[in-house]
């Protein structure tokens, strides 16, 4: 199918999100997933009984009890959380295999199969989005050295890792400091984040007292992504004045006397005053620091 | 006072990180050869730049074509501003580098891959400092990897674009911090390995975003650099 290719960014207001968390084993994912808005959980690893504020979830042995999940059966939820997306990709490339033999390579999926995979792995967040719910996916973490630095990634297999790294809006990493466990956003030397809501640390808290945190948590992720919409229509229209008092300059002194205020303004608006000038044929002397027209004799 | 480019200060951060001795650096990143892949993801761009909206089948570029015949999720994004200039001076380094794309917050690099796109590769995007300068360097508080999959054909100048691939990044409470101090490594390893001070490049010529005349910055004044 053909490319199509748009000037610009369309900014968005997005409802819904996909959120992206990953720790060693034992840290407690799970009961900090129990903590969204109205969680539903989809146990793939079978460990959903440790936790210890366990709310509903729903045992998936095969790739049908999650396809057989109708909008009805998930109205009474608000967040669905996938325990784990390494185990929930395996189960889905078994059913892939099983239905189509040539998607598989010895046990595992063949390059087409991965294909598979990634379609119905993004068609099925799709669905969820289309049922009006945000997504939690919880993932084990494996730690690799490379040189001196140990990495911290996402214990999935290769080609479906991607996928979850690109599906995600915000991902963190828990892991214990003392007696407290943190929640971290940023990405660091050796460790993965996406932090749009440009939290610092967060401590994870008792959750007695806040029984609600991953739910505000996601909340915040909302409202930071809708204010940087906000922002950008701001920006779009600031540098479309811009291009409109630009492209009006019909002399070298119109240029020169909007050189202070374009100084302060960003590389892209420099830009468009440099390009237009130039356009215009006149060049920028460094000594005077203005635009002048050569005359050539 | 010395000067570098993104691409060179990630390329050591990467190779910091990695148990290859010097002599690879120097060979594979100071003065490494173009292969065909750089001069078809360099024609990619070229083409890219010169585009409009639209849709297409094909984009061309160089003698090079490239053939849109995947089942593509979202629309490449050109951004409102192309090919920006853009600099940040950390102590006595600066760093010098060029947005692919800018659209308000956002800012934009197209990379063009031969080869599948898997985690590990994501995991390097992810790793990057190649967006945490351009976040830096900019006001903008998003980046985007759009990054093209490409298939060879028979033809070594035909290109298949199987997928195309959105990878996004946000700035972060210790991103100017992290810029600085890798900044300072670069800085203080090019005390004693003068290959890292990088000299200009021949000049660039680039689309002017008021026209479609091609332009080149060769006098760009320092305030139009950033």
Redesign the interface.
């Known amino acids: 199918?053909?490319?199509?290719?748009?000037?610009?960014?369309e900014?968005i207001h997005i409802d819904l999100i996909t959120l992206g968390i990953y720790a060693l084993p034992g840290i407690g994912k799970t009961s900090i997933a129990f903590t969204a808005n109205r969680p539903l959980l989809l146990d793939f690893d079978r460990g959903a009984y440790r936790s210890k504020n366990r709310k509903d979830s729903v045992a998936v042995s095969s790739w049908d009890d999650v396809a057989g999940m109708t909008q009805e059966d998930l109205a009474p939820y608000s967040t669905i959380i996938v325990d784990t997306a390494g185990r929930c990709l395996d189960i889905l490339s078994a059913d892939i295999i099983a239905k189509n033999p040539k998607h598989g390579n010895g046990g595992s999926l063949s390059?087409q199969g991965f294909g598979v995979l990634k379609?119905r792995f993004?068609g099925w967040l799709k669905q969820m989005r289309t049922y009006g719910k945000d997504v939690v996916l919880l993932a084990h973490m494996d730690e690799k050295s490379?040189?001196?630095?140990v990495?911290e990634?996402?214990d999935?297999q290769?080609?479906?890792?991607?996928e979850?790294?690109?599906s995600v809006d915000a991902m963190a990493k828990i892991y214990v400091e003392g007696k407290l466990r943190k929640m971290d956003?940023?990405?660091r030397?050796g460790s993965?984040?996406?932090?749009?809501a440009?939290?610092?640390v967060l401590t994870i808290p008792d959750f007695i007292k806040e029984p609600n945190f991953l739910g505000v948590v996601i909340k915040s992720i909302k409202d930071s992504i809708n204010q940087?919409s906000i922002?950008?229509?701001?920006?779009?229209d600031a540098?479309e004045k811009w291009r409109t008092r630009?492209?009006a300059i019909e002399s070298e002194d119109g240029f020169n006397a909007l050189?202070p205020e374009?100084?302060g303004e960003?590389?892209?608006i420099?830009?468009?005053?440099?390009?237009?000038a130039?356009?215009y044929g006149l060049?920028?002397d460094?000594k005077s620091?203005k635009f002048f027209q050569e005359v050539t004799a | 006072m010395i000067t570098t480019s993104v691409t060179l200060v990630e390329s050591f951060r990467w190779w910091s990180e990695s148990d290859l001795d010097w002599d690879w650096f120097l060979a594979n990143s100071l003065s490494p050869s173009e292969t065909w892949n750089m001069k078809a993801g360099k024609a990619l761009h070229k083409a890219l730049e010169g585009a409009r909206e639209g849709e297409f089948d094909v984009l061309r570029a160089d003698g090079f074509q490239f053939s849109f015949e995947g089942d593509y999720d979202l629309p490449v994004r050109l951004g409102a501003f192309q090919e920006v200039p853009c600099q940040k001076t950390y102590g006595d380094l600066t760093v010098r580098g060029r947005c692919d794309k800018i659209t308000g917050m956002l800012v934009g690099d197209f990379k063009f891959r031969v080869g599948s796109v898997d985690g590990d590769k994501v995991e390097g995007y992810l790793d990057s400092y190649q967006w945490r300068f351009y976040l830096d360097m900019t006001s903008a508080k998003i980046f985007e990897y759009t990054v093209f999959e490409a298939v060879e054909t028979s033809d070594p100048y035909i290109f298949v674009i199987r997928q195309i691939h959105s990878v996004k990044q946000y700035r972060y409470p210790d991103l100017e911090a992290d810029c600085s101090k890798l900044a300072g490594r670069y800085m203080e390893a090019a005390r004693t390995r003068p290959e890292l001070v990088k000299t200009d490049a021949e000049p660039v010529r680039r689309k002017s975003v008021v026209d479609d005349t091609l332009i080149t910055d060769d006098d760009l004044p320092a305030w139009a650099k950033g």
């Not at chain 1, 199918?1 to 960014?9: L, Q």
């Not at chain 1, 993965?192 to 749009?196: A, F």
């Open positions: 199918m053909p490319i199509k290719i748009v000037a610009a960014n900014p390059l379609g993004s490379e040189g001196d630095i990495k990634r996402l999935i290769g080609g479906s890792k991607a979850i790294y690109k956003f940023s990405p030397e993965l984040g996406k932090n749009p440009q939290f610092e940087l922002e950008q229509i701001a920006k779009q540098a630009i492209g050189l374009v100084k960003t590389p892209e420099r830009k468009m005053l440099l390009d237009a130039q356009s060049t920028f460094k620091a």
